[in-house]
């Protein structure tokens, strides 16, 4: 059982270019969440999927957008990279949206824009 | 808004030693806190999940306290070890429960 799996492990990537980042998990948990971690910052939440079908966005959206086409994947894409999206980027999913439900991790995505 | 605070922001012990580790929200409407451990440059494991309701959650040496009132846990390690050396960060749930907003963390180092 992997649990969350995300990709790529790392990217450098050219400003302007478009970039996805994915993430699948097989607990067939119904919300999904992706965070970046920034040094200084904590981590802070980009955007959010309470079941399939439906997103959120969260304390920092601007700049990604998310789709949720099926239980187990939500991948995060980034339209036109900028430098000050160089960030540690995590995907988390819980048993269920809100209460009292735990959110597992993934082992994230390093992602710098040059 | 909600804002998390962790203090010390570095901690280095010797084994054995009982420590805390503290947390601290300024906004006490909270559905619950978790309390995550993340190892260099890996994810985050999730340790013990305190809801509102709760004063503490215990799993093996870990012991974690919640004061909602004042905006307050702490996570108490007992007898620490080496592999407990990582960064530990505390999470507060909010916007129906689903929104965690975190702390910066507090490295943990713990010699031998």
């Not at chain 1, 992997?2 to 990709?7: E, N, S």
Request: hydrophobic share 35%.
């Amino acid at each position: 059982i992997a649990g969350i799996t995300q990709a790529p492990t790392s990217q450098i990537l050219a400003a302007g270019r478009r970039m996805t980042l994915r993430c699948t998990q097989d607990m067939r948990h119904n919300a999904m969440y992706w965070y970046r971690q920034d040094l200084g910052l904590g981590l802070r939440l980009i955007h959010y999927s309470n079941t399939a079908g439906t997103t959120g966005k969260g304390e920092v959206p601007d700049g990604y957008s998310v789709s949720r086409a099926n239980t187990d994947d939500f991948p995060l894409t980034l339209a036109s990279a900028v430098p000050s999206q160089t960030s540690v980027y995590f995907c988390a999913s819980s048993a269920v949206a809100g209460g009292n439900n735990e959110q597992f991790f993934g082992p994230g995505t390093r992602l710098t824009v040059l | 808004k909600q804002e998390v605070t962790q203090i010390p922001a570095a901690l280095s012990v010797p084994e054995g030693e009982n420590l805390v580790l503290n947390c601290s929200f300024t906004d006490s409407a909270i559905y619950n806190l978790q309390w995550f451990r993340q190892d260099p440059g890996k994810g985050l494991t999730s340790l013990l999940l305190i809801q509102s309701s709760q004063r503490e959650q215990t799993s093996g040496r870990l012991n974690a306290s919640l004061d909602k009132s004042s905006g307050r846990s702490t996570l108490y390690i007992a007898a620490s070890q080496p592999g407990d050396s990582a960064t530990y960060l505390c999470a507060v749930a909010t916007g129906g429960g689903n929104k965690l907003t975190f702390g910066t963390g507090t490295q943990l180092k713990v010699e031998l």
